[in-house]
Structure formats: C-alpha cells, structure tokens
C-alpha cells in the first residue's frame, strides 16, 4: 500500500516571494510517478508537475520546480514568484503503473498581496 | 479538445434515495477514475475502467455502489440507498493509457 503524507495543513507566502510545500510518501514499488496538483476554490483538479521514480533530474515546470529525494522519499514543491492566483489547496500524490492516485490531505496555501 | 465533464454538478437528495452520476471524459482516453472527495481531504480512490473493463474497487465501494462503462466511452456511478455519510464531491478522471490523470468538475452530492 501506498502512503502519502503533507505535514503542512496550511502555508502563507506573499506575493513574489518563493515558498516549498512538503510531502512524504511511502511505497514498496520501484516503478512509480509523483504529482502535485493544484485545487483552486472552484475546485477543479488541475496537475502542477510530474515525477517519474526512475529520473533522477528534477522536474521543472516555469515556476514550479520540485526536489526529489528518492531514498528519504521526499518530494518538495517549490513555487517561485508566487502569484495571486497560485493561492489554492495543493495534493502531493502517487501513482503506480496505470493504476490509482494515491493523494496525501492538502496544503492550503494561500499568497498575500 | 473539450476535458472532462461531469453532469450534475450538484446533487441534493434525501437519505435512502438513489442517485446516478455521469462522466464523459476526453475523447481518446482509455483509462478512467471516480475518487470521492470530502471536505478538507484529498480524493480517496474508488474505481477505475480501462475501456469497458473494471479493473480495480476499492474498498470504500460498498454494496451500494456501482460503476459501469458501457461501451468504454462515458462512465456512470450509481449509490443505491443514500446515507448521510455519502455526502461528498464525486470526482471523475480521464487518462490515456499510463500518463496523468485529467480530473473533472466534480458532482457534489448533498444527502439530508
């Protein structure tokens, strides 16, 4: 079984300013993808970022970028200039081949002006 | 490219009544997800069809519940006796083949 753990229940940052988001997982798979997801007050889902296990390069994607350590199992979300809009819950989740997201209870964040 | 759509967005209904969602997800993708969502979690898994074909149930879908994907296009849930625990955002989720999940609207089921 699959396991993700955010120990951040909620996080400020103003406006510009950079801010990382926490997330430990635990899995017995030696295949498996990372995500984060970004969950604004309309509710929607929309995928931030993807991991693969296997890559050991960083993924970067514009202004989020996430630092993955594969043996602590750790998988961090950092934003950079945080925008207004950036202001939503954020699940950290995993997924092994083709099968179930597994998603950790959220982070708040929300970016001050 | 049109994404995942859900109808109802919002469902009220009164405890022991029978409820059905619906899902239509992006037109190519094979693989299809429900997760069940409340309030202040994250989306707990609850079944998911590759094609018409259920491959996976979790735990969490009791008797009362099920799913079909007739003919491997739009998807359906279904809670049979509705109970006040029920109350919850129903997401549904659209992948092609093993790549990542694109998640609809959500239904927000109310039971009172």
């Known amino acids: 079984a699959q396991t993700v753990t955010q120990s951040q229940p909620e996080m400020s940052v103003q406006e510009a300013e950079t801010v990382t988001l926490s997330c430990t997982y635990d899995?017995?798979?030696?295949?498996?993808?990372l995500f984060w997801y970004k969950q604004p007050p309309s509710r929607q889902m929309i995928l931030v970022i993807r991991q693969e296990a296997y890559k050991q390069q960083n993924a970067t994607e514009n202004r989020f970028s996430v630092n993955f350590q594969k043996a602590a199992k750790s998988f961090s979300l950092k934003i950079s200039d945080s925008q207004l809009g950036d202001t939503a819950m954020y699940f950290c989740a995993t997924e092994t081949s083709g099968s179930r997201l597994t998603f950790g209870e959220g982070t708040q964040l929300t970016v001050n002006p | 490219d049109t994404g995942v759509s859900q109808d109802p967005r919002h469902k009220i209904t009164k405890r022991g009544q029978n409820v059905t969602f619906r899902c239509d997800p992006i037109s190519e993708h094979n693989r299809l997800y429900w997760y069940r969502q409340t309030l202040g979690q994250g989306p707990e898994f609850l079944t998911y069809?590759?094609?018409?074909?259920?491959?996976?149930k979790s735990r969490l879908l009791s008797d009362r519940f099920s799913a079909e994907r007739p003919k491997g296009s739009f998807s359906t849930l279904e809670i049979q006796r509705t109970e006040q625990g029920d109350s919850a955002m129903y997401l549904c989720?659209?992948?092609?083949?093993?790549?990542?999940?694109?998640f609809g609207p959500g239904t927000r089921l109310t039971v009172t």
């Open positions: 989720a659209s992948s092609p083949a093993e790549d990542e999940q694109y």
């Open positions: 899995t017995s798979e030696s295949n498996y993808y």
């Open positions: 069809f590759q094609n018409e074909a259920q491959l996976e």
